[in-house]
T-cell receptor
Framework: AQRVTQPEKLLSVFKGAPVELKCNYS??????LFWYVQYSRQRLQLLLR??SRESIKGFTADLNKGETSFHLKKPFAQEEDSAMYYC?????????????FGTGTQLKVEL | DAGITQSPRHKVTETGTPVTLRCHQT?????MYWYRQDPGHGLRLIHY???????DKGEVSDGYSVSRSKTEDFLLTLESATSSQTSVYFC?????????????FGSGTRLTVV
């Protein structure tokens, strides 16, 4: 069965400090991983897809199959980065693709 | 806009009453999903649909039913609401069964069962 683990419920950093939000996954197939962000009381928005290897809002994430990790990183935290971040694993079943989410990490950037 | 709307945005209901939440999309996407969001649990899949009248259960489907009579609408029904169903409910849509573009989410429905 697939599983996504985000070990930190809350991560507090100072503005300008580096950020790393941890995500580990368990999946027998070839993983397709995503990061979603949810700003206060807003809808979830797609932040990153591992397949595209893009950088959005200064965030990057590298898939490490050996460590089964997909950590989200940013070199210098901004106040507007404060939000809830979810790591998600896409898996395909007979009924189509599904996303399994981690429990989320609340990032708080302090001045 | 995102092409997906949920209604109502907020609802307070009494234990034991039926409740229906609506998700409406204008993207003509085949796949639609209902998730609930709870602190400490993240988002958990309730039900999903892979076409008109084609639905299946997710990991937390007990106490919920769904219907999809047309492409654009996906309804979630709590047959007899309980306090444990107090949550924020999100609908999501996806274009195809195996794409890598992720989901588009609605704004959520905050449901309180008293």
């Amino acid at each position: 069965a697939q599983r996504v683990t985000q070990p930190e419920k809350l991560l507090s950093v100072f503005k300008g400090a580096p950020v790393e939000l941890k995500c580990n996954y368990s999946y027998s197939g070839s993983p397709e991983l995503f990061w979603y962000v949810q700003y206060s009381r807003q809808r979830l928005q797609l932040l990153l897809r591992h397949i595209s290897r893009e950088s959005i809002k200064g965030f990057t994430a590298d898939l490490n199959k050996g460590e089964t990790s997909f950590h989200l990183k940013k070199p210098f935290a901004q106040e507007e980065d404060s939000a809830m971040y979810y790591c998600a694993l896409q898996h395909f079943t007979g009924g189509g693709n599904k996303l399994t989410f981690g429990t989320g990490t609340q990032l708080k950037v302090e001045l | 806009d995102a092409g997906i709307t949920q209604s109502p945005r907020h609802k307070v209901t009494e234990t034991g009453t039926p409740v229906t939440l609506r998700c409406h999309q204008t993207e003509n996407h085949r796949y639609m999903y209902w998730y609930r969001q709870d602190p400490g649990h993240g988002l958990r899949l309730i039900h999903y649909s892979y076409g008109v009248k084609d639905t299946d259960k997710g990991e937390v489907s007990d106490g919920y039913s769904v219907s999809r009579s047309k492409t654009e609408d996906f309804l979630l029904t709590l047959e007899s609401a309980t306090s444990s169903q107090t949550s924020v409910y999100f609908c999501a849509i996806s274009a195809s069964g195996a794409d890598n573009y992720g989901y588009t989410f609605g704004s959520g429905t905050r449901l309180t069962v008293v």
